[in-house]
C-alpha cells in the first residue's frame, strides 16, 4: 500500500471514528447522564454547548472524510475501479451529511434560541428532534463500518 494510501486511510477512519463514536458517546453516555442528574435549566444549555464544540469537530470530519475519500478513489483510476461497497459507503455517507447539515441549520439553531429564551419546552422539542436524527445517523454510521470491513468479502 503506498504511503499517500495509507495516510488518506488513516485520516479516513480517523475522522469516521470521531464522528460515529462522537454520536455514540452522546446518544448512549453524555445525554442520559445529563437528563439523570441537570434539571433543564442546566441540562438543556449543557447539552447546548456540548453539541456546538462537538458540531466543530464534525464539519471537520465531514470535511476530512470528503477529500480523504475521493482522494482514495482517485488513487484507485476512479469510480469505475472501487468495489460496491465503495460506492455504498459514499452513497450512505452523503446522505448522513445531509442529515448532519439538516441537524446543523434547523433544530440546533432553534435549540441555541430556546436556550438563550429559556423557553425550556421548545429547546427539549428540538433537542428531541437532535436526538433521534443523530440516532438514525449512528446507525448508518455504523452500517457504513460494516460495509467498510464486510464489503470486502463479499
Do not use: C, D
Not at 479516513?12 to 448512549?28: D, E, K, N, R
Not at 435549566?41 to 449543557?46: E, K
Not at 441555541?112 to 448508518?140: C, D, G, H, M, Y
Request: cysteine-free; hydrophobic content about 65%; glycine content about 6%.
Amino acid at each position: 500500500m503506498p504511503s499517500i494510501y495509507a495516510a488518506l486511510l488513516f485520516l479516513h477512519i480517523l475522522s469516521a471514528a470521531y464522528w460515529v463514536g462522537g454520536m455514540a458517546l452522546m446518544h448512549f453516555a453524555v445525554r442520559p447522564s445529563a437528563v439523570a442528574t441537570l434539571e433543564p435549566p442546566q441540562r438543556l444549555p449543557f447539552l447546548a454547548a456540548t453539541l456546538e464544540r462537538f458540531f466543530v469537530g464534525v464539519s471537520t470530519a465531514i470535511a476530512l472524510l470528503l477529500a480523504t475519500g475521493l482522494g482514495m478513489v482517485w488513487l484507485a483510476g476512479g469510480f469505475a475501479n472501487v468495489r460496491w461497497n465503495v460506492h455504498a459507503m459514499l452513497a450512505l455517507g452523503l446522505v448522513m451529511m445531509a442529515i448532519y447539515l439538516h441537524i446543523r441549520f434547523a433544530p440546533f439553531p432553534r435549540l441555541r434560541n430556546a436556550v438563550a429564551a429559556r423557553t425550556w419546552p421548545v429547546a427539549a422539542s428540538n433537542l428531541n428532534t437532535i436526538r433521534k436524527l443523530v440516532e438514525l445517523n449512528l446507525v448508518l454510521g455504523v452500517i457504513v463500518f460494516a460495509l467498510a470491513v464486510m464489503g470486502r468479502a463479499i
